[in-house]
């Protein structure tokens, strides 16, 4: 079975640090890298993505960092703000035939404190 | 823009009964999704569609059924329900013509209680 593994599964965070969520994967055919924000109450909804052919992609505090030879991939989110506290979730697919269906790590509750 | 819209947002079942998740999207997507999120394990696929008229199960389809007769609507049923069924259910689609566009859109959720 394709599988994200996800860590920590929870995380608390001074206002102003660095966020850092990891994940790592097993099937080498992934070539899709999402990270989904939910709220509470709320459906998961698309924050930042990559794919495998660079190591960094960075969307105003969002970076995402991947190591394709170790088949990881982290979210950072600099300078944490309340705003922030949310369960993310990391998730990989692939272009197979049939389908582009994702594959979710278990989620990070990250909790953002003034 | 409406998105993906799921009714109902919280539902009641006994054991037993059968219900049916409504699920609609506007974007003219052809891939949709039905995931399952229980607390501490991520979301699970249900089931799935590329398109109308074709369906394929997910992850963990026991106890589920769905149809996809219009490119707009995916909706999910459950026959007899039982407590193991207790979960948010979560319907998602897709344009899915590349990795680049597997973008999933959320619905908001229905959170389904079986008692």
């Known amino acids: 079975q394709q599988q994200v593994k996800q860590s920590p599964q929870s995380l608390i965070v001074q206002k102003g640090g660095i966020s850092i969520i990891n994940c790592a994967y097993e099937?080498?055919?992934?070539?899709?890298f999402p990270w989904y924000q939910q709220f509470p109450g709320k459906g998961p909804a698309l924050l930042i993505a990559i794919r495998p052919d660079v190591s960094e992609k960075k969307e105003g505090r969002f970076t995402i960092s991947f190591n394709k030879s170790a088949k990881q991939f982290s979210l950072h989110i600099m300078d944490s703000q309340p705003g922030d506290s949310a369960t993310y979730f990391c998730?990989?697919?692939?272009?197979?035939?049939?389908?582009?269906?994702?594959?979710f790590g278990k989620g990070t509750k990250l909790s953002v404190i003034p | 823009n409406a998105g993906v819209t799921q009714t109902p947002k919280f539902r009641i079942l006994k054991i037993g009964q059968s219900m049916t998740l409504q699920c609609a999207q506007d974007?003219?997507?052809?891939?949709m999704y039905w995931y399952r999120q229980d607390p501490g394990m991520g979301l699970k696929l249900i089931y799935y569609s590329v398109g109308a008229g074709i369906t394929d199960k997910g992850e963990v389809p026991n106890g589920y059924n769905v149809s996809r007769s219009t490119t707009e609507d995916f909706p999910l049923r459950l026959e007899l329900a039982a407590p193991s069924q207790t979960s948010v259910y979560f319907c998602?689609?897709?344009?899915?013509?590349?990795?680049?566009?597997?973008?999933?859109?959320f619905g908001q959720g229905t959170r389904l209680t079986v008692v």
């Open positions: 998602a689609s897709s344009s899915g013509r590349t990795y680049r566009d597997t973008e999933a859109f």
């Open positions: 974007m003219n997507h052809n891939y």
């Open positions: 998730a990989a697919s692939y272009s197979g035939a049939g389908s582009y269906q994702l594959t």
């Open positions: 099937n080498t055919a992934f070539d899709y």
